[in-house]
Every structure is written in structure tokens, then in C-alpha cells.
């Protein structure tokens, strides 16, 4: 079975800043990855997918991540954030070739101040 | 607009009343599944269907029923609710590759927080 671990809770950080969201799996065999975005009150938005080829996806809003499959990680990224990237963010992965299962993981908070 | 929509929102209950939550979607998707989000636990499946009459557990079943008569909607049923169920459930639907797969791509619903007492 297939895993997710986003190492940090919350993640504090103020407008215009970079961030780094850290995301590592665990899978016996080849994965799909995601970055969901949860705002506050709604249900969660696809911000990117890692499905094949590129390692470095882009996503809405400015969001790229990077799968690094040495490391089994997906991390996201921003150069500058803004207010309204205030929320929760959650890392799933997928087996490729499944038709069922999506783990996520625990989420992380992520919080821009001015 | 394409959308997946749940009802009630929100609703508080007593332990061991009957409820039903619905979901439906308008975007002719196979794949639809329910979760529920609890702090520091993520979001868990708890059920989730590939087509109409297609149901199979997923992480969390205990204490939940699903029924899929229909395409577009995919109820989820707490039989006697219980206290431990106090959740925010999200239902949320895909489409299938032409192999029967899921990419993962999913859309999902804005939440149905339930309070059992």
C-alpha cells in the first residue's frame, strides 16, 4: 500500500516570501502524485499532478512541485506567496494504473502574513 | 456548472438516528467516493463506487452505507450514528480512463460537517 507523510503542520510565512511545502510517499511501484488546496470553508481543488513525464509541474496560482523519485518526494513550491494562498494543502499519490485508491496525507497549514 | 453537490451542509444529531447524506454531480463522471476529515488524520475513504451498482470500501467503512442507483448520485447513510462519527465528510467524483482507471483527478464537494451528540 501506498503512503504519504507531509512532514510539517503549519508553515508560517509572510507575503512575498518563498515556501516549500514538503511532501515524501512510500510505494512499492509507480505512483501518480498530487497537490490538493483546501480554502477555508471549501472542498479541495486540484493544484497540480504529477501523471508522467516532466518531473517539475506546474500548477494554478503560481504552484510548480518537482517529483524526485530517488528520494520518493514531491515537494511544492512558490517564489512569492500572497495573501490569498492562506490555507491547507494536502499531498495524495495514487498507484498508476489503479482505479480506486487516492491517499492523502495530513495536510499542511500554510499561513501568509503581511 | 460543473459541480459536485452535498447536502445538508451542516447537521447535528442525536446518537442512533437514521441520516443520509447526499451527493450528486452533474459532470457524468463514473468514479465517485466519500471522506471524511478529521484534524491531523487527513482525509480518509470511506467508500467509493466505479459505476452505477459498483461499491467497495474503502479505508474507514465501519458504521457507513453507500448505494449507487443512479450515475449522478451517491448517498452516504449512517444507520446509529455515534459520536466517534462527528466529522467533515466530502464527497468527490472522477472521470475513468478508457481503461478503467483513476487518474485521481478529483472533484469534489464543499463538505458536509456533521455533529452527533
Known amino acids: 500500500a501506498q503512503s504519504v507523510t507531509q512532514l510539517d503542520s503549519q508553515v508560517p510565512v509572510f507575503e512575498e516570501a518563498p515556501v516549500e511545502l514538503r511532501c515524501n510517499y512510500s510505494s512499492s511501484v509507480s505512483v501518480y502524485l498530487f497537490w490538493y488546496v483546501q480554502y477555508p470553508n471549501q472542498g479541495l481543488q486540484l493544484l497540480l499532478k504529477y501523471l508522467s513525464g516532466s518531473t517539475l509541474v506546474k500548477g494554478i496560482n503560481g504552484f510548480e512541485a518537482e517529483f524526485n523519485k530517488s528520494q520518493t518526494s514531491f515537494h511544492l513550491r512558490k517564489p512569492s506567496v500572497h495573501i490569498s494562498d492562506t490555507a491547507e494543502y494536502f499531498c495524495a499519490v495514487s498507484r498508476t494504473g489503479t482505479a480506486s485508491k487516492l491517499t492523502f496525507g495530513t495536510g499542511t497549514r500554510l499561513q501568509v502574513t503581511l | 456548472e460543473a459541480q459536485v453537490t452535498q447536502n445538508p451542509r451542516y447537521l447535528i444529531t442525536v446518537t442512533g438516528k437514521k441520516l443520509t447524506v447526499t451527493c450528486s454531480q452533474n459532470m457524468n463522471h463514473e468514479y465517485m467516493s466519500w471522506y471524511r476529515q478529521d484534524p491531523g488524520l487527513g482525509l480518509r475513504q470511506i467508500y467509493y463506487?466505479?459505476?452505477?451498482?459498483?461499491?467497495d470500501k474503502g479505508d474507514v467503512p465501519e458504521g457507513y452505507k453507500v448505494s449507487r442507483k443512479e450515475k449522478r448520485n451517491f448517498p452516504l447513510i449512517l444507520e446509529s450514528p455515534s459520536p466517534n462519527q462527528t466529522s467533515l465528510y466530502f464527497c468527490?467524483?472522477?472521470?475513468?480512463?478508457?481503461?478503467?482507471?483513476?487518474?485521481?483527478?478529483?472533484?469534489f464537494g464543499e463538505g458536509s460537517r456533521l455533529t452527533v451528540l
Open positions: 468527490a467524483s472522477s472521470l475513468l480512463t478508457s481503461g478503467g482507471t483513476n487518474t485521481g483527478e478529483l472533484f
Open positions: 463506487s466505479m459505476n452505477v451498482e459498483v461499491t
